[in-house]
């Protein structure tokens, strides 16, 4: 698909070439035809012109067999056979199909389209965009070239109803509307194709006067429009219905009938997701006293020749970044491998891996034994994180696209595989990019937004040194809002750390116990 990476979507660039230069091919040739057709045309104007006779010009042999001629030839052959035929258009079908093949590259289809839309719903969701600005271009306070016309619009409006986002579905079927009143703009739909997803939509949303003035509309231009009838009676039906609900004499309520006031509810960890992406939950200030920037070779001899550049930024649990992590060489081999060579990732452990909404990014395994270029990553990442790397996993480099997110989640397993390797203590992620907006990650509960620094790795346990299960960092990579978002995450294990990290005497649950979902 083409909606999970950004990575993907340049190779359409490459496709569309092709097609661009296919295409001029074949208009330059049905052009030199049509002016070999007109040429004839004009050929037997003239003939028929100078004819002032045509019994006396059809009586003379020589004519009859130049007449007939070009019927047999010129006519059939050269006009008819040559218009109608669509060989030259199947020729070109094919050298299309396969130079796209060769590439190996496939056309999006409506799924992508239904990707990128409901990825777009999602930004708008969480960094509350405005639907008008949106479509002018404006993302946040960042007005940039990309502009939308009706038909785009009336496009996202299709998405959001049929994602039930219906909300979302007036608003942008309602963007389209006002762009169909510039006539300037070139626009392939109508207002009778927008007003018949316009009053369904809100009447979902519960406009039901609305929706049946905007159906009338309907009417008015297509009097027989059979959708358009159906929902008409069923408005009017449902505004007697309510007129009659509103003036029956209300029910005495008695004592029992009193409801209970309704408890605002806690918001939940999708909300507070949402709020942190937003920068609105940040960390309290006596939270942030004691970080610091420092920089640390954490007993590693050669690191004291060039230490590491750390940032604390969460003390318990432990959250930090490693600046200049990596080399700007290792970025660019990682995404180089990346090209082409992504998957869309799958969340869940091995036999029940499947690919889910919740992260939706591209990505591929990167095994040490097989990449002898990633040793000095290998050790890195023992270096900055003092553990082993003995029981960690394979690295994996991950490409978010248009709206990619990674809904709010904990790395360790919830039954860890019975080997030595044990559960996924310690989460150390770099990014390989900078990202143009968005595309944090966050932890909701501490309250958390890491962006995105190139060549930086942002470290976290996800296990109290107790072993427990730290259930205050759940974790989350918000939703690109502009551009790309390039990561790398390597998981560690438990199995191999009981002399570098040493477990705690007492259990520290009670600390994160809070937390549990
Ligand atoms: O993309 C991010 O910022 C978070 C990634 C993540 O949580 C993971 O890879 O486990
Ligand atoms: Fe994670």
Not at 7 to 28: C, G, H, P, Q, R
Not at 312 to 334: G, I
Not at 381 to 403: F, H, K, P, R, V
Not at 474 to 484: D, I, Q, R, T
Request: charged share 25%; aromatic share 10%; glycine share 6%.
């Amino acid at each position: 698909d083409y909606y999970t990476a950004t990575s993907d979507l340049e190779v359409l660039f490459a496709a569309e070439n092709i097609l661009v230069e296919k295409f001029d091919d074949y208009l330059n040739k049905v052009e030199q035809k049509q002016t070999e057709i007109k040429e004839f045309l004009n050929y037997v104007d003239a003939l028929q012109a100078e004819m002032s006779d045509p019994e006396a010009y059809h009586g003379n042999p020589l004519n009859a067999i130049v007449t007939i001629r070009r019927f047999v030839y010129q006519w059939k052959h050269d006009v008819l056979e040559k218009i109608f035929s669509t060989q030259d258009y199947d020729d070109y079908k094919i050298t299309i199909a396969n130079e796209l093949q060769q590439l190996n590259i496939t056309m999006p289809t409506q799924d992508d389209i239904l990707g990128a839309g409901s990825g777009l719903l999602r930004l708008q969701e969480t960094y509350k965009l405005s639907t008008s600005e949106l479509a002018d271009g404006k993302i946040l306070d960042r007005q940039t070239e990309a502009e939308l016309s009706a038909s785009d619009c009336y496009e996202m409006g299709r998405n959001a109803h049929e994602l039930n986002q219906h909300q979302y579905a007036v608003e942008w079927l309602l963007q389209a509307r006002s762009l169909n009143q510039h006539p300037e703009n070139i626009t392939q739909v109508s207002d009778l194709q927008i007003l018949e997803l316009l009053a369904p939509a809100l009447n979902r949303t519960g406009n039901l006067k609305l929706a049946h003035m905007l159906n009338s509309e309907i009417l008015k231009q297509q009097p027989a429009h059979e959708a358009a009838i159906r929902d008409n009676i069923y408005y009017l039906h449902e505004m007697l219905r309510q007129r009659h609900i509103l003036t029956a004499p209300q029910e005495d309520q008695g004592e029992d009938g009193k409801r209970s006031e309704e408890k605002p509810s806690k918001p939940d960890k999708y909300e507070l997701y949402r709020r942190t992406c937003r920068g609105e939950l940040r960390p309290t200030a006596r939270q942030q006293r004691n970080l610091r920037c420092r920089y640390t070779d954490n007993n590693v001899p050669f690191r004291r020749l060039a230490p590491f550049k750390m940032e604390l930024l969460s003390e318990d649990p432990f959250v930090a970044y490693y600046h200049n992590a990596m080399h700007e060489s290792e970025m660019e081999q990682l995404q180089d491998v990346g090209f082409g060579n992504l998957k869309r990732t799958r969340v869940g452990q091995n036999s029940t891996a499947a690919t889910s909404s919740i992260r939706n990014s591209k990505g591929i395994w990167l095994w040490y034994e097989k990449n002898s270029w990633l040793a000095s990553i290998y050790q890195r990442l023992e270096d900055i994180t003092g553990l082993s790397m003995e029981s960690g996993e394979a690295l994996q480099l991950a490409n978010y696209g248009i709206g990619g997110q990674y809904e709010p989640h904990y790395d360790y397993m919830s039954s860890p595989t019975n080997d030595w390797k044990g559960n996924r203590i310690l989460t150390a992620l770099f990014y390989i990019n900078d990202v143009d907006m968005g595309g944090g990650t966050a932890f909701p509960y501490l309250p958390l937004l890491v962006n995105p620094v190139k060549g930086s790795v942002v470290v976290w346990y996800n296990m109290h040194s107790s072993t427990e299960k730290d259930f205050r960092v759940l974790h989350a990579g918000c939703p690109v809002l502009k551009g790309s978002k390039w990561i790398c995450n390597e998981w560690m294990h438990e199995g191999g750390q009981e002399f570098r990290r040493p477990c705690g005497l007492a259990p520290e649950r009670t600390k994160s116990a809070a937390y549990e979902a």
